[in-house]
Structures are given as C-alpha cells and as structure tokens.
C-alpha cells in the first residue's frame, strides 16, 4: 500500500513546479474556505477589479491613456452602483413586502387549483397526495417566513455591515486598478522564481474566465431588461421583481430557469387565473428563455467555456456547497480552472518494457 502511495506520488509531484502550482491551489481554496466571512470585502473588491480592468484595457486600446480609462470606467461603476443602491435596492424591497402579503391568497388559490386534479385524474393523483404536497408546501413557507423574520430581526447590524461595504468595496476597487502594477509585482515577489507551469495555467485560465465573467455580468443585465419590459407590456404584478429572479437565474445553468418559473407562473395565474394573460406571460417567459439559452449564450460565450453538461452541474453542485451563491457564479471559472490545471498538470508514464529482439536463428 505504501509502495502504490509513493508510486502515485512520485508519476504526480516528482516535477517541483507541480508541487509549486498544487501548493498554490491549496493555499488559495484554504483562504477562501476558512476565511471567506472575514476577507469578503477584499474578495468582492478583486473580483470586480478584475473585470473592470478587462474595460480598462479595451480602452486602452483605443490609445486612451490608462488614467482617463480608468477615471471612465470607475465613474461608470461608482454610478451603477448608487442606481443600485438608492434606486433598485429599494424597489426590489417594496416589491418583496407586497409580495409576501400576496403569498397566502397565491397559496389559496393554487390549493383550490390542485385539489381538482383528483377529479379530473384520479387514476394518476389521489386526494391524499395532494393533502400531503399542501401541508408540505405550508411548512416550507412557515420555515421561510421564520427565516424572513429572523433576518429582520438582525437587520440593524446588517444594515451597518452594508453600508461599510458600500464605502469600502469601491475605495478597494479604486487602488487595485490605480495601482495594478505596484500590487502585481509585489505579490510576484513572494512566489518561487520556478513557476512556469503556474504561469501557464494562469494565461490558459485568465481570459476563459475574465471573459464568462463580463459575459455573464452582460447577460444578466439583458435578460433583466428584456423580462422587465415584457412584463411591463403584459402587465403583470411585481414586474421588476419577477424580472430581478429572472435575470439571476442565470447564474445556474439548467436549474435556475426553470426554479424561477414557480414564481412567474404563480404571481402570474393569483393574477390572471386561466384568463389568456395567464397564458401570454407564460408563453413570453419561455420565449425569453429560449432566446437566451439558444441565442443569446452562444453570442456571449463561444470558445469561452468548453465543459460537458455534467461537468457544469457537478461544479455547480459542489462549489455552490462549498461557498453559497458566490460558490454557483463562480462555478463554471472554478472548473474551468481545475480542466486547465489537470490539462497542463505533468505525468510520468510507467515505462513499459520493451519485448526482447529474437536471436537470430
């Protein structure tokens, strides 16, 4: 057993810059995972830095001195950002409240919808089935609105958190990009000089990764917009709610569409009933979905991402466990990571032996 240990260790690690780049990976997964919570801020400022410097540059190449691109962009960022804020936040908020006021005559009215299945199907759904959907039903929205109150409960001190990263996020973001170069070099300083296989991997990762980001930034911007105008036309209830769910779908591939349809459909039929509006907006939700799916992610995200189906739901599943919400947005850049690492990692193969050359007769 130990002979096999030593064997698997030395086809894998016996190249010191494997080593180096394994070492690499752990300490940084290590950060992350067990100071997270405390190094959020920092975090959340990296990131966005990092896409922000990606329009940077774009205007850099439009011969922009740096200085004005980056004045442009963090302008541009800092005005997003008070929309956010005292524009969107607020109204996102209003529209909760209503709607969790609306949640028991949603619930009533699809209780009476479901118990008539047992007459028009009793051979497919029985009355005690669907006694037994409803009560679970009624203790997840019981847990949920637990959880809603506790949250309000402690609202104060996140409210405080909030606005100190409110301030402090942007001023991180600011000095990241003013000072790239200066951060860069001074990072670099602590790594070994050997780290060519990190460096490789890094290039293979860095514009796959950069690229999904501000694709799916853009994304859901478009899907947000498109959904809000729809519903707007269509007239339905919460319309920038609904559309906020909607865009934000995106971020989980296969499973966020069709989660958020629940909502849309329900808000939609408390609404309509089986009047056609019901069906319109049904119709103009799967129509955005579509678009977006078979339309919209190929423009955004071809060549960036080449992972199986089951790769992207696995990284989702596990880094989303690992890390919550951050951990399913960054689920695909994660795995694409670890294909790049296990692409460039290097392998020893077993000699094999070579048969021996017949005497000659």
Known sequence: ???????????????????ILALLLLLGFGVVLFAGDILAPLLAAIVIAYVLDGAIERLQRLHIPRAVALAIVFTLFVAFLVFLVFGLVPMLLKQTGQLIREVPGIVERSQALLMQLPER??????????MSFIAAVRRELLAAGQEVLSVSL???????????YIILVPLMVFFFLKDKRKILDWVAGFLPRERGLSVTVWREVN?????????KFVEIIIVWAVSFVTFTVLGLNFAMLLSFLVGISVIVPYVGAAVVTIPVAAVAYYQWGTEPEFLYAVIAYAVIQFLDGNLL?????SEVVNLHPVAIIAAVLVFGGIWGLWGVFFAIPLATLVKAVLTAWPRQREARPQPEASEAS
């Not at 057993?1 to 080593?19: C, G, K, N, T, V």
């Not at 199907?121 to 669907?130: D, G, I, K, T």
């Not at 609202?155 to 958190?161: D, K």
Request: glycine fraction near 6%; aromatic fraction near 12%; avoid cysteine.
């Open 154 to 164: 402690s609202s104060v001190m996140g409210l405080i958190t909030f606005m100190v």
């Open 1 to 19: 057993m130990i002979e096999l240990i030593r064997d698997w260790y030395r086809r894998h690690f016996s190249d010191p810059q494997a080593a």
């Open 207 to 215: 514009d796959g990764v950069a690229n999904y980001i501000r694709g």
């Open 121 to 130: 199907y009793p051979r497919l759904v029985s009355e005690e089935q669907v």
């Open 297 to 301: 992610v190929p423009i955004l995200f």
